[in-house]
């Protein structure tokens, strides 16, 4: 019986072809998110430099950057900057403490949910907007105003979120933490939570981009210093550049804080489903 004629040997595949080859596709995978944005840039610079529209309308990129050295030079920009981030970060920790607070008394307790979720689900149906004018004639234009409105906007996603994540976790593990006699805070704070963290940093992040618009939307509307008032006080002038610079910083700090919650995510998240699983 004859034999088989033998198969024509494969080239051996070099590593170090391989390499550049995967260094190149983790680089091409960290700028596919730059591909847009430099893609609007671009197209801003080419119409404002071929004046498809007037300067007056739609200034250059040039123009904006320094408008936005002239703000940051002045100190101008940084106290505008600090009046909205301090009034988004208190009205966030108001809002995030009352949403976990809540979430979670829902999530323990069927009888608080079926009083009060219908209604709550109701009441955040009404947008910032037209929370305004009641807040406004109960606390005036002050700072409460603000800080109340941004809180609001943070509650939702964050009380909603919680009680998706204690409620979703499954039973398997709340019957093994009664059994091996846990109480129900160590339950609540060992295995529930734990496990929940995902959901509830979700609604977390969700609440921050709620009361960072909502920062923008109260600024606009009554305020008399924040990057709101900026955009205000900048189209009254018809200072189009000065509008286009706060948006730019209004955009780059929102994105900046939504990555510090992403990073802290990460970290904390996968320690504490390990712990949550060890324990039972």
């Known amino acids: 019986m004859s034999s088989s004629p033998a198969s024509p040997a494969l080239p051996a595949v070099r590593r170090d072809a391989v390499l550049p080859r995967a260094a190149l596709g983790r680089l091409a995978y960290g700028l596919a998110p730059w591909l847009l944005p430099v893609g609007l840039l671009w197209l801003w610079q080419t119409g404002a430099s071929q004046g498809w529209i007037s300067p007056q309308v739609l200034p250059s990129p040039q123009f904006v950057y320094e408008t936005l050295?002239?703000?940051?030079?002045?100190?101008?920009?940084?106290?505008?900057?600090?009046?909205?981030?301090?009034?988004?970060?208190?009205?966030?920790a108001v809002g995030s403490a009352l949403g976990l607070l809540l979430g979670w008394a829902m999530a323990c307790s069927r009888t608080v949910e079926t009083?009060?979720?219908?209604?709550?689900?109701?009441?955040?149906?009404?947008?910032?907007?037209?929370?305004?004018?009641?807040?406004?004639?109960?606390?005036?234009?002050?700072?409460?105003?603000?800080?109340?409105?941004?809180?609001?906007?943070?509650?939702?996603?964050?009380?909603?979120?919680?009680?998706?994540?204690?409620?979703?976790?499954?039973v398997s593990y709340r019957e093994a933490a009664r059994a091996f006699g846990y109480t129900p805070r160590?339950?609540?704070?060992?295995?529930?939570?734990?496990?929940?963290?995902?959901?509830?940093?979700?609604?977390?992040?969700?609440?921050?981009?709620?009361?960072?618009?909502?920062l923008v939307v109260v600024e606009l509307v009554a305020s008399s210093e924040g990057l709101g008032y900026l955009i205000v006080y900048g189209r009254q002038l018809f200072q189009l550049d000065l509008v286009m610079a706060a948006v730019v910083v209004v955009g780059a700090i929102g994105y900046a804080i939504d990555k510090l919650l992403d990073l802290a995510e990460s970290r904390l998240i996968g320690r504490g489903r390990a712990a949550a699983v060890g324990a039972v």
């Open 69 to 92: 050295a002239e703000l940051a030079t002045s100190g101008e920009l940084w106290l505008n900057v600090e009046a909205s981030l301090r009034r988004v970060v208190l009205g966030f």
């Open 115 to 170: 009083y009060v979720l219908p209604t709550f689900n109701a009441l955040v149906q009404i947008p910032v907007l037209g929370w305004m004018p009641f807040v406004l004639l109960v606390f005036g234009i002050g700072e409460p105003l603000k800080y109340i409105l941004i809180a609001k906007a943070a509650l939702v996603p964050v009380t909603l979120n919680t009680l998706q994540g204690l409620r979703d976790v499954p």
């Open 186 to 214: 160590q339950e609540l704070f060992e295995v529930r939570l734990p496990l929940a963290a995902p959901t509830i940093f979700t609604g977390l992040r969700l609440g921050f981009t709620k009361a960072w618009l909502s």
